[in-house]
């Protein structure tokens, strides 16, 4: 499993996808940072956190698309599906690469909130937590993505088909307004990853998001290890 996750941590910087998502998010995020808290001189973070999601979401099929899809392409798979690492550690081996990414941007990026401290006096337990929502975001995009990137060997597949479906994930909340069906709106709520994130943006902790975005991640881990179960097998 370490050997598989040192692989994939060096890959990342053997190659342009770990310092186009590292110049990306630190681009964006410091822009977005930058444009809404600094600017309105204001401790509150709400829309950088925002912007922070959708950045998640476009920037997580770019760690993902190739952690499964290039083993098929390059027909390198067989020796995963052959090596005495277990399924389900290569699984997390893979997607523990990724998260570090993904963690390694986030604790990057909170030098911004430093500023703060200087002009007023942020809550930082709603910092934390907010941080501690972003990263289970990251989660939940980064195991779906790897799930999809494990049905085929088309890298940008991988990723069209990733970002789709983050976004519908997303989107599924802004279009109960268009809902006239309580029942509809409900699930539609239920379902979105942006709309589970609000109450941390209010300084609330909900338990209940985090097991939704938990619960995202083990299921798409779990799907990705049945896929390679069956080809190992089949």
């Given at each position: 499993?370490?050997?598989?996750?040192?692989?994939?941590?060096?890959?990342?910087?053997?190659?342009?996808?770990?310092?186009?998502?590292?110049?990306?998010?630190?681009?964006?995020?410091?822009?977005?940072?930058?444009?809404?808290?600094?600017?309105?001189?204001?401790?509150?973070?709400?829309?950088?956190?925002?912007?922070?999601?959708?950045?998640?979401i476009i920037l997580s099929p770019m760690l993902t698309m190739k952690l499964f899809s290039e083993e098929r392409?390059?027909?390198?798979?067989?020796?995963?599906?052959?090596?005495?690492?277990?399924?389900?550690?290569?699984?997390?081996?893979?997607?523990?690469?990724?998260?570090?990414?993904?963690?390694?941007?986030?604790?990057?990026?909170?030098?911004?909130?430093?500023?703060?401290?200087?002009?007023?006096?942020?809550?930082?337990?709603?910092?934390?937590?907010?941080?501690?929502?972003?990263?289970?975001?990251?989660?939940?995009?980064?195991?779906?993505?790897?799930?999809?990137?494990?049905?085929?060997?088309?890298?940008?597949?991988?990723?069209?088909?990733?970002?789709?479906?983050?976004?519908?994930?997303?989107?599924?909340?802004f279009v109960n307004q268009y809902i006239d069906s309580y029942f509809i709106r409900s699930i539609?709520?239920?379902?979105?990853?942006?709309?589970?994130?609000?109450?941390?943006?209010?300084?609330?902790?909900?338990?209940?998001?985090?097991?939704?975005?938990?619960?995202?991640?083990?299921?798409?881990?779990?799907?990705?290890?049945?896929?390679?179960?069956?080809?190992?097998?089949?």
């Open positions: 499993m370490g050997a598989i996750y040192k692989k994939e941590m060096r890959t990342f910087f053997v190659t342009p996808i770990g310092y186009i998502f590292l110049a990306s998010a630190f681009l964006i995020s410091s822009a977005a940072f930058c444009f809404t808290t600094l600017k309105m001189a204001s401790w509150n973070t709400k829309y950088y956190f925002t912007i922070m999601i959708f950045v998640f392409r390059t027909r390198t798979e067989q020796m995963l599906l052959t090596s005495p690492v277990s399924l389900t550690g290569m699984v997390l081996a893979k997607y523990l690469s990724a998260m570090t990414m993904m963690g390694g941007i986030l604790a990057l990026t909170s030098v911004y909130f430093i500023p703060l401290y200087s002009y007023a006096e942020p809550t930082t337990a709603i910092l934390i937590g907010n941080l501690i929502a972003l990263i289970m975001v990251g989660s939940a995009t980064v195991s779906i993505g790897i799930f999809i990137s494990s049905l085929t060997e088309n890298q940008m597949v991988a990723a069209v088909v990733t970002m789709v479906t983050l976004f519908l994930l997303m989107g599924a909340g539609f709520s239920w379902i979105s990853i942006f709309n589970r994130f609000g109450n941390f943006m209010h300084g609330i902790f909900d338990f209940g998001a985090f097991v939704y975005y938990a619960s995202i991640t083990i299921i798409a881990i779990f799907l990705t290890v049945r896929v390679y179960e069956k080809r190992r097998w089949g």
